[in-house]
């Protein structure tokens, strides 16, 4: 079986940074592809980092610069490094697992964290 469990969510000022980090266990999670999405009320869940078992990387645009996903396999853990947060970054936070190991869409990934509430404030 595969869990995620996510954590480092908090309150912070516009500008601040943060710290997520899924905890993943199971059999071969360190060749999954992985992936960081984010939702807020109203709105659908949306895509923020992936990445590969080779470490590539990939981001949506309004995270470039800002947001930096990495995975520590020795530790079992997937990070998303967050800096220069702003308001619109207000949402929960989501690990997310993909056993094929490849870029895919939302629906592609079959394992999910139950998420870390991440708040900026103005």
């Known amino acids: 079986q595969v869990q995620l469990t996510e954590s480092g969510g908090g309150l912070v000022q516009t500008g601040g940074s943060l710290r997520l980090s899924c905890a993943t266990s199971g059999r071969f999670v360190s060749i999954f592809l992985m992936g960081w999405f984010r939702q807020s009320p109203g709105k659908e869940r949306e895509f923020v980092a992936a990445?590969?078992?080779?470490?590539?990387?990939n981001y949506v645009d309004f995270v470039k610069g800002r947001f930096t996903i990495s995975r520590d396999n020795a530790k079992n853990t997937v990070y998303l490094q967050m800096n220069n947060l702003k308001p619109e970054d207000t949402a929960v936070y989501y690990c997310?697992?993909?056993?094929?190991?490849?870029?895919?869409?939302?629906?592609?990934?079959?394992?999910w964290g139950p998420g870390t509430q991440v708040t900026v404030s103005s």
């Open positions: 997310a697992g993909n056993r094929a190991g490849i870029d895919t869409t939302i629906g592609g990934y079959e394992y």
């Open positions: 990445i590969r078992s080779d470490h590539k990387t």
